[in-house]
């Protein structure tokens, strides 16, 4: 959680009185609206856990997308001229433009359908396509150095599932590396991570983007829409939301060879995410339904060959 003292030093950079910030979110509660009549976002880092590297680099593939015409969060410049601001106490702020859109929600069903899923499927076809021809000047992270994997030795996990972490190191190992299967990803749109205006979808956050296969982000997407259902409508509403989403994925990006790895990645995204849960958790503020939780995340792991229990295509 960002102290008063950072929030404040940022508002003073920025000359916004408290007043006119308002808490958004964020994983670590560091995300704000700030403004009186024009409003925009202020994301506050701290720089021992995201580097000026990391950052700069999503900031110049925000940059390029926004140029391909692909409807991602704007970056803006600051006074300096820079996207990257620098204060005290080892931490750093960037502001992006305000979004006046809506995250849609599974209980709207006015919204949530066939006409959203082939959008968000486009949106993502068009990010993969941009991929191919991005030549970045930073440096971004392939899978492998991602921070949870380059820690997963030290968490104590369950020797078989430890076992499925080094069997998936393997089988990724021998994947095609080739620009129609593999390249920078988004790794987290979900339907939490863009907006709707209208008929218009905007992504946002970029924060989890790296060197990863296409079939991957495909996958997130439909390992977190799965958990919007009871289990015993899954299948039936997976089916139909695979359709729609590569209904619009397809206008966007027409290759889509890699769809024969799409059940392994699902598989993967489900042990990444009890993983990235395990480690940074704090167990001792859970409720009791989020213990439950992850312990049936646990049982399934440990006793399922297959999350979903159904091939997807």
Sequence with gaps: MISEEVLTEVLSQLQCPPSCAELLGGYNDNVFEVGREEKIVVKIMESSVYSYASQRAELEWLDYLHAQGVKVVKPLRLKSGNYIQPISNDFYFIT??????????????DVWGPTLFELWGEAMGKIHTAAKNYVPTSNHPHWYQNS???????????PLIMKKWNSYDKQLKKLPRTK?????????????NFLITGNDLTIIDFADSEHHWFAYDVAIAIYHTAHTVPKLDRKEFVKGFVYSFM???TRANSNTTFLSQIDDFINYRHLFSYTYHTLNADKSQLTEQQHEYLHEMELSLLTKSSYLGFSVI
Excluded: A, T, V
Excluded at 184 to 192: E, K, T
């Design 96 to 109: 992006f433009e305000k979004i006046n859109g809506l995250h849609p929600s599974p209980r709207d069903k």
């Design 180 to 192: 129609d299967y593999y390249g920078l990803i988004h790794g987290d749109l979900h339907h939490g």
């Design 247 to 249: 209904n619009g994925y």
């Design 148 to 158: 949870l994997l380059l820690q997963i030795h030290s968490i104590q996990l369950d």
